[in-house]
């Protein structure tokens, strides 16, 4: 009785050790969820720029910018990641890069812009996310 409540609470002590640390861990590291939200907070504002209609070409172009500065430490920021998932971080580098040259200077040109970026978090969310 006395051996298996030991184990019991070693075991309760092992676990609650382990989530603790995990938490510490993550906690430790908030780059690349801090990346993440960077993009998600751009890229959400432009696509409320096309639903309202109201697409300035420079405050487009200065948030496509910020995206593209993020996305270069995406890699960086999941260390140890694997080859796939560093080519998936490599595509959205690719693709924000060219849509921060692109300037879209409507509405039709934004959205067109941001598809492939999308696309771009979304292949990468669909596996590893
Ligand atoms: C190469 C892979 C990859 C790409 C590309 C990628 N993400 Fe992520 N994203 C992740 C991973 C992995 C997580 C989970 C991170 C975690 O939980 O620590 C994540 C989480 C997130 C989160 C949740 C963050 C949180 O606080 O929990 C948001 C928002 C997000 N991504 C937005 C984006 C946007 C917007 C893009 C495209 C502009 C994008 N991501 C592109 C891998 C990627």
């Known amino acids: 009785m006395r051996a298996t ?3 019991v609470l070693g075991l ?7 989530a603790f640390a995990t938490s510490v861990f993550r906690s430790r590291n908030p780059l690349p969820k801090a990346l993440m939200n960077v993009m ?3 890229i959400d504002g432009l696509k409320q ?3 309202s ?5 420079g405050a487009s172009r200065l948030k496509l910018q910020q995206m593209s500065m993020a ?3 995406v890699a960086p920021a999941f260390a140890g990641a694997d080859p796939d998932f560093l080519h998936l971080a490599g595509r959205l580098r690719g693709v924000l890069a060219d849509a921060a040259q692109a300037s879209p200077a409507d ?3 934004l959205d067109a812009t941001i598809k492939p970026v999308l696309q771009a ?3 990468c969310h669909r596996k590893y996310d």
């Open 5 to 7: 409540l030991l184990i």
């Open 12 to 18: 309760a002590i092992g676990i609650i050790s382990a």
């Open 40 to 42: 998600e907070y751009h």
């Open 49 to 51: 720029s096309v639903a």
């Open 53 to 57: 209609g109201q697409c300035e070409a």
């Open 71 to 73: 996305s270069i430490d």
């Open 107 to 109: 509405c039709h040109a």
């Open 121 to 123: 978090c979304h292949d």
